[in-house]
C-alpha cells in the first residue's frame, strides 16, 4: 500500500522559492512513477510535472524553466523545486504516484500542501 505525504507549503511572495518533498512509504517507489499536481481555487487539479521510475521528465508549459521535479529512489521521496514563482502558482499541490500491478496502474494520493504566493 503507497501512503504519501507532502511537506513544504507556505506563504511566498511573487519572485520567491519553495521546495515541496513528498514522502512515498510504500516498498515499489523506485518502480513508481510519481508527479506533483496543483489545483487552483476553484479549478480542476491539473498536472505540474511527472518524473517516470526511469527519471524522465515533463513540465505543464507553464512552469517549464522555473519548477524541477527530483527523486531519490534511496530515500522514497520525490521533490519540487519551485522558482520564480507567481501568484497563478497559489493552490494545493498534490503528490501522485503511479504503481504498476502486472497489467493495471494504481493512482495514490497524498493530502495535498497549500501553496500560496502574494503579488
Known amino acids: 500500500q503507497v501512503q504519501l505525504v507532502e511537506s513544504g507549503g507556505g506563504l511566498v511572495q511573487a519572485g520567491g522559492s519553495l521546495r515541496l518533498s513528498c514522502a512515498d512509504s510504500g516498498s515499489t517507489f523506485a518502480t513508481n512513477h510519481m508527479a506533483w499536481y496543483q489545483q487552483a481555487p476553484g479549478k480542476w487539479r491539473e498536472l505540474v510535472a511527472r518524473i517516470t521510475s526511469g527519471g524522465s521528465t515533463n513540465y505543464a508549459d507553464s512552469v517549464k524553466g522555473r519548477f524541477t521535479i527530483s527523486r531519490d529512489n534511496a530515500k522514497n521521496m520525490v521533490y519540487l523545486q519551485m522558482n520564480s514563482l507567481k501568484p497563478e502558482d497559489t493552490g494545493v499541490y498534490y503528490c501522485?504516484?503511479?504503481?504498476?500491478?502486472?497489467?493495471?496502474?494504481?493512482?495514490?494520493w497524498g493530502q495535498g500542501t497549500q501553496v500560496t504566493v502574494s503579488s
Open positions: 501522485n504516484a503511479k504503481e504498476r500491478d502486472g497489467l493495471a496502474w494504481y493512482d495514490y
